[in-house]
């Protein structure tokens, strides 16, 4: 694998919230090293997911979330440079 490979990418999944959604979204990528996952609920019925994984592993990652019952929306983007520490 290349650095490039390494390098975080954003994904932002737009869904329908019900009981199970959540529950969904981390069954989908239990199999894919996720670094970062939000899951906000901003409007009735309407959330928003927001996984960081390596590019390597994110156009699998967008596929798997397509499948998900519920999702309405997956956008993929750069997640700019990490902190120096």
Same mark, same amino acid.
């Given at each position: 694998?290349?650095?490039? #490979?390494? #390098?975080?990418?954003?994904?932002?999944?737009? %869904?329908?919230?019900? @009981? @199970? /959604? %959540?529950?969904? $979204?981390?069954?989908?990528?239990?199999?894919?090293? +996720?670094?970062? %996952?939000?899951? &906000?609920? #901003?409007? *009735? /019925?309407? /959330?928003?997911?927001?996984?960081?994984?390596? #590019?390597?592993?994110? &156009?699998?990652?967008?596929?798997?979330?397509?499948? +998900?019952?519920?999702? %309405?929306?997956? $956008?993929?983007?750069?997640?700019? *440079?990490?902190? +120096?520490?």
């Amino acid at each position: 694998m290349t650095p490039d #490979s390494y #390098s975080p990418r954003r994904i932002t999944v737009t %869904l329908r919230d019900s @009981g @199970g /959604a %959540l529950g969904r $979204i981390v069954s989908a990528l239990r199999p894919v090293p +996720v670094q970062e %996952l939000t899951y &906000a609920v #901003s409007a *009735p /019925a309407r /959330a928003t997911a927001e996984v960081v994984v390596a #590019s390597a592993d994110a &156009a699998r990652v967008r596929g798997r979330l397509h499948r +998900v019952v519920d999702v %309405l929306t997956v $956008i993929e983007s750069d997640t700019g *440079p990490l902190p +120096v520490r």
